[in-house]
């Protein structure tokens, strides 16, 4: 004696669980894969230039790293910094826990 096949109807509440399971692993899946794909920038390369045009890096790297823009750079924001982090306690002329732009171009120098 044979068994005929038996189908399995799902019902509503399986039919959702199901649909809510793959969404949610479709979900994950596209969120790893955008974190893997999302890289670091690239740190900046040495400059070769002038000292004109160093200056006005320096300047850049300045503004570029006081990411609250009050004009000075905290110990925190000069981390984003390794060779200025370096040096900021020397570079702190005045002792204020900050550098100005121009101990900022003194630290580069250091």
């Known amino acids: 004696m044979s068994r005929s096949p038996q189908h399995h109807v ?3 509440f399986e039919r959702r669980s199901l649909a809510l399971l793959a ?3 479709l979900g ?3 969120a790893s894969a955008f974190a893997q794909s999302t890289a670091a920038p690239a740190a900046p390369e ?3 230039s002038t000292s004109t045009s160093g200056a006005s890096d320096a300047k850049a790297a ?3 790293a006081d990411t609250n823009g009050d004009g000075k750079l ?3 924001e000069a981390a984003m910094l390794p060779a200025v982090s370096a040096n900021f ?3 702190d002329a005045n002792k204020d826990g900050s550098l100005s732009a121009s101990e900022f171009a003194k630290a ?3």
Do not use: E, N
């Open 74 to 76: 905290s110990k925190d």
């Open 62 to 64: 300045f503004a570029k």
């Open 10 to 12: 799902l019902s509503a």
């Open 46 to 48: 040495p400059s070769t």
């Open 89 to 91: 306690d020397k570079a």
């Open 28 to 30: 994950l899946a596209s």
């Open 108 to 110: 580069l120098k250091m």
């Open 23 to 25: 969404g949610i692993t």
